[in-house]
Nanobody, 126 residues
Framework: QVQLVESGGGSVQTGGSLRLSCATT????????MAWFRQAPGKAREFVAV????????FYADSVKGRFIISRDNAKNTVSLQMSNLKPADTGIYYC???????????????????WGQGTQVTVSS
């Protein structure tokens, strides 16, 4: 079982920045594509960003492109999400997710990720 623990959420004003981190103890972290999803109250969970198992490829939702950066450190078993120019629409619970760890192509749908963290709250006020 892959355990994921997020940290770094909080409250900021519009235009502010936050950095989320996700740590895992799995020994095969470098085999997993890692993604961030978010869920606003009353809405479905939505894709935010994904990074390939080797860190050489990333993909972003249009709504965050140019403002968020996903990165990973395979030596430290961590993945991060640097969020800048935050907007109220970015408010929600942010979840770190890991796929099956078989070096598959990156995916943007929650069903492709069997492993999830507990989530961290991000609140952006206007």
């Amino acid at each position: 079982q892959v355990q994921l623990v997020e940290s770094g959420g909080g409250s900021v004003q519009t235009g502010g920045s936050l950095r989320l981190s996700c740590a895992t103890t799995t020994q095969s972290f470098s085999y997993f594509n890692m993604a961030w999803f978010r869920q606003a109250p009353g809405k479905a969970r939505e894709f935010v960003a994904v990074i390939r198992w080797d860190g050489d490829s990333t993909f972003y939702a249009d709504s965050v492109k140019g403002r968020f950066i996903i990165s990973r450190d395979n030596a430290k078993n961590t993945v991060s999400l640097q969020m800048s120019n935050l907007k109220p629409a970015d408010t929600g619970i942010y979840y770190c997710a890991a796929d099956t760890g078989e070096k598959f192509p990156m995916a943007t749908v929650p069903s492709r990720y069997p492993h999830w963290g507990q989530g961290t709250q991000v609140t952006v006020s206007s």
